[in-house]
């Protein structure tokens, strides 16, 4: 039997074709005893304890190119479900995943992403339990996206979210933003300039997890898609409460803040893949910090703002009291990086 | 505030512009008290009983055009997941919704198709727990797909597989095959013709939960991408056994058949979506057959075959004796109609 090296339109067939793609390439990669490829779904083996409740989520990958540095469209996948899991509460345990492919589409860069997902869910735990593929005839799809969803398992009774944040409360990030919007842009090669930024793409669950036992803690959030400043219009949204940010404590790296200026991109909208912000009562921020800057992917965290009552606007305010509103991202037509 | 009536770029960047449309579109049919906007990440309510557990499955809904006679986008991407889960013996409780919309879309096209998505669930008694939206540039998406998950619910101890499978066995249909396949073939208009058939798209649920009871059910699929071949080679391979396929008893309407002779297309290997094969113990083949005549989708139900021992094909064998092999599909390139 010959190989085809590309995807073709047969391989979306529900035939031989397909059901061999299907074996060659994601049963190899993502097997599991939940994933049985014969069977139309999976069926879980947990049983929840009385504290236990399911959380669930869901996001689209779209990324371009499909490989970047510090990561690549698979790996991104897994980050970007596990992550949304993490900020909720919860711990990812199960992810589906479904495959759109475009017909002509190498296998050997199938090969690398699925790959490269399947080490991303055993390094964070998770198994793909179900998984579907759909080919599209070419020109229809840019190569290879993906739609995850995710469902782990959290503590029945959690207070975190939006209602729980107080005018004082502090405002942490856990990291450098902006990193992996840069390094993706710098990959799509538009712009005549290389560097050595890599996307940031990781689990957050070590960092979430170490917060959840405080008492303090009030919200948590991945800035993807929008960056920080998205994040923080939505709480400011949810809440009715305004935010004054200290500017020059948001932690930026030199690269990142060169790029950003050459290229007329401001970092606080672009996205990241392995950071989080937290929102905590102003007693246990200290506390909250220590926790991060113990982790590896937290040795950067930073407290950047407070919330506050007097006003319901995201003010950036710089060392010498200057202030400037940082506007609701509104047409800026980011490319595909995230 | 002018509202265009398309999909911008804008409309996929996490600002404003996301968020109205998520509000105005998504949010409006879709509401529930699961699906909280702001988060990352859905809390499901739910506390299994002893004698329950999870299972979940996934699909990608790429259908051209959206809309069709009998069903749209919407309605199949609730019912693929809702007959994946179903023919494993669950019950969907909760649905996640990746959407994948082309720049340029319509915005009415979108309102139409997530309304019916709303409506189907409503009807098959689903939530959508978590979604999220990407926007790819014009020409890179055809329109809109769908990655749908699901979750549902499952008796524990359920022994249904193709590992329950026995040679004597029967083979049962629960209605009409290619339906839906012709019904789209058609509304694509690519062949000049036109015609009354309709899409079966619809929950398969009833037809599955009446044969849950019955102690000689060994399996269930829903015929989809492939068609009753596909799922016949499936059993095939995951068995051994062979199948004796009595080609005058597969039901096929009148319409579906003419269409297909005219077309060259065999329906055997046409999607169906809302149909159900199941392989029961003989002696139990009757009794499922009545049960599935009772309800309004399976008053066409049929007994099309046996599952035999001394061969391993899939054998067509007509009123006059004469046998042929129904082979597995392979490199036919079938236009999106699932």
Same mark, same amino acid.
């Given at each position: 039997?010959?190989?085809?090296?590309?995807?073709?339109?047969?391989?979306?067939?529900?035939?031989?074709?397909?059901?061999?793609?299907?074996?060659?390439?994601?049963?190899?990669?993502?097997?599991?005893?939940?994933?049985?490829?014969?069977?139309?779904?999976?069926?879980?083996?947990?049983?929840?304890?009385?504290?236990?409740?399911?959380?669930?989520?869901? %996001?689209?990958? =779209?990324?371009?190119?499909?490989?970047?540095?510090?990561?690549?469209?698979?790996?991104?996948?897994?980050?970007?479900?596990?992550?949304?899991?993490?900020?909720?509460?919860?711990?990812?345990?199960?992810? =589906?995943?479904?495959?759109?492919?475009?017909?002509? @589409?190498?296998?050997?860069?199938?090969?690398?992403?699925?790959?490269?997902?399947?080490?991303?869910?055993?390094?964070?735990?998770?198994?793909?339990?179900? /998984?579907?593929?759909?080919?599209?005839?070419?020109?229809?799809?840019?190569?290879?996206?993906?739609?995850? +969803?995710?469902?782990?398992?959290?503590?029945?009774? @959690?207070?975190?979210?939006?209602?729980?944040?107080?005018?004082?409360?502090?405002?942490?990030? +856990?990291?450098?933003?902006?990193?992996?919007?840069?390094?993706?842009?710098?990959?799509?090669?538009?712009?005549?300039?290389?560097?050595?930024?890599?996307?940031?793409?990781?689990?957050?669950?070590?960092?979430?997890?170490?917060?959840?036992?405080?008492?303090?803690?009030?919200?948590?959030?991945?800035?993807?898609? /929008?960056?920080?400043?998205?994040?923080?219009?939505?709480?400011?949204?949810?809440? /009715?409460?305004?935010?004054?940010?200290?500017?020059?404590?948001?932690?930026?790296?030199?690269?990142?803040?060169?790029?950003?200026?050459?290229?007329?991109?401001?970092?606080?909208?672009?996205?990241?893949?392995?950071?989080?912000?937290?929102?905590?009562?102003?007693?246990?921020?200290?506390?909250?910090?220590?926790?991060?800057?113990? @982790?590896?992917?937290?040795?950067?965290?930073?407290?950047?703002?407070?919330?506050?009552?007097?006003? %319901?606007?995201?003010?950036?305010?710089? %060392?010498?009291?200057?202030?400037?509103?940082?506007?609701?991202?509104?047409?800026?037509?980011?490319?595909?990086?995230?």
């Amino acid at each position: 039997m010959t190989t085809p090296d590309t995807i073709t339109l047969a391989h979306g067939n529900g035939g031989r074709r397909m059901r061999e793609l299907i074996d060659a390439v994601f049963v190899r990669h993502l097997g599991n005893p939940c994933l049985a490829p014969l069977a139309d779904a999976a069926w879980l083996p947990d049983r929840l304890a009385d504290d236990e409740a399911l959380a669930v989520s869901s %996001d689209g990958v =779209t990324v371009q190119p499909l490989c970047f540095p510090g990561g690549d469209i698979g790996r991104l996948a897994v980050h970007g479900t596990v992550n949304d899991l993490a900020v909720a509460g919860a711990t990812a345990r199960y992810l =589906t995943v479904n495959a759109f492919l475009e017909e002509g @589409l190498s296998l050997a860069t199938l090969e690398r992403v699925v790959a490269s997902l399947a080490e991303a869910a055993r390094a964070c735990g998770v198994q793909v339990a179900a /998984g579907d593929t759909k080919v599209l005839p070419r020109g229809l799809c840019d190569g290879l996206y993906f739609g995850v +969803s995710g469902i782990g398992i959290r503590p029945r009774h @959690l207070a975190l979210g939006p209602s729980a944040i107080r005018a004082g409360d502090a405002v942490l990030v +856990s990291g450098p933003v902006g990193d992996h919007g840069v390094a993706v842009m710098l990959a799509r090669e538009a712009f005549g300039l290389s560097g050595d930024i890599e996307s940031d793409s990781a689990s957050v669950l070590p960092l979430t997890r170490t917060l959840l036992p405080l008492a303090g803690l009030r919200f948590m959030r991945d800035p993807t898609r /929008g960056g920080l400043a998205t994040v923080l219009h939505e709480v400011r949204r949810a809440t /009715g409460l305004g935010i004054r940010l200290e500017e020059e404590r948001i932690p930026i790296r030199g690269g990142v803040r060169s790029v950003c200026e050459m290229l007329g991109f401001d970092p606080l909208y672009l996205p990241c893949e392995g950071r989080v912000v937290a929102i905590v009562a102003a007693e246990a921020a200290a506390e909250a910090l220590d926790r991060w800057r113990a @982790l590896p992917k937290g040795r950067s965290a930073a407290r950047i703002g407070t919330l506050v009552a007097d006003h %319901d606007r995201v003010l950036l305010v710089n %060392d010498w009291g200057g202030e400037r509103p940082l506007l609701e991202l509104e047409d800026d037509p980011l490319p595909r990086i995230c």
